[in-house]
């Protein structure tokens, strides 16, 4: 069970996050508090793993309260204002919620969240920082290092993983792969397209640039993941 607090000062906010949590059954709602100070005490008491933190709130707001935390929580932002995204992926949130918020768009952000307990889970039974995976591909299992995935595109039932040196293809769809690839490390930028977010170069226009045997590789970003891939940018943005 991920224990989780809610921190809002709008009542209907925090009614509305305690009904989508209660459809989650990994997430345990310990607190509902209307202000960071209220939060802060119930951090001090209880071991909290997540938090629904809101950005506006009287006294000390959102991204104060989380930029004074000593613990290590992850922070799922919340508001009614789009202009503090970058400000929230710079404080490593896990997702940031523009209200309202709708039941699918709650359930995106949790599944960030469950998928990075697992990854962390993982580590912790293996001893080993899992840098590689193994597929199906000309009647052998191939491993596969995710340092070297430089992208991966999709051609109906098949994948092909483009590495810095070859290819692999496999039998299975994007959306399989991609729910099983570490999404700090990976981003689906089009319905056919996941690129390695450390190989990108250059973002122009509605195209990702990376570098494909030493020549440039422009990929299309589709409209439908173009503000997910900004906000990653933008967080690493001096």
Known sequence: MIKTIIV??????????????SKIPELELVARCNNA?????VMKEHDIALIFLDIQMPEISGIEFAKSLTQSPMIIFTTAHPDYAIEGFELDAVDYLLKPISLDRFIKATNKVLDKTSQSDRKNDDGDD????????????????YSDILYIEGLKDYVIIRMEEGRVIT???????????????????HRSYIVGIDKIKAIEGNMVELIEKGKAKHIPIGKNYREELLNIINSKRL
């Open 8 to 21: 809002d000062d709008e009542p209907l906010a925090l009614d509305i996050l305690e009904s989508h949590i």
């Open 37 to 41: 100070l209220e939060a802060n005490q």
């Open 130 to 145: 899992n840098d590689f995976f193994f597929v199906k591909a000309d009647k052998k299992l191939v491993k596969v290092k």
């Open 171 to 189: 039998l299975q769809t994007m959306k399989s792969l991609e729910s099983k690839l570490p999404q700090n490390l990976f981003k689906r930028v």
